[in-house]
């Protein structure tokens, strides 16, 4: 996020991070609480979100980091299939045979799972070879 906030910094944007790790339920409600009385403009949210917060943030200006929310609130993702293209190739060339993919469970969909899932399909593809 670090990226983010410099960049808008260049723009005279003024952000507030709000680190929602282990409860963000409730702090992601108060963040679109504090949009919702003109105190913040809008949101970026790399996080879990409760479906109410996510048909609350259709009606404010919100972006999404990685986390799949559905119609009315824009992506902003990395190119992950070609991530795990990469991670695949890459472990070929280093002769892997076997390997393990370790991730963290999200509750709401993240747009990162298809670099793991592209990963995992090549190197299950190339093992059958």
Avoid: Q
Avoid at 49 to 75: H, N, T, Y
């Amino acid at each position: 996020m670090w990226h983010v906030e410099k960049a808008l910094e260049m723009h005279e944007y003024r952000t507030v991070i709000i680190n929602v790790g282990g409860s963000s339920k409730k702090k992601i409600s108060d963040a679109i609480d504090l949009v919702d009385k003109h105190m913040l403009d809008g949101l970026i949210i790399n996080a879990d979100v409760d479906k109410s917060d996510i048909e609350r943030l259709r009606l404010i200006p919100a972006v999404s980091f990685e986390c799949e929310m559905g119609e009315g609130i824009p992506l902003v993702a990395s190119d992950h299939i070609k991530g795990g293209e990469l991670a695949a190739k890459l472990l070929f060339r280093c002769g892997c045979k076997n390997v393990a993919i370790l991730s963290i469970k999200a509750t709401a969909p993240v747009y990162a799972r298809r670099r793991i899932t592209e990963c995992h399909r090549l190197l299950k593809k190339k093992k059958k070879v």
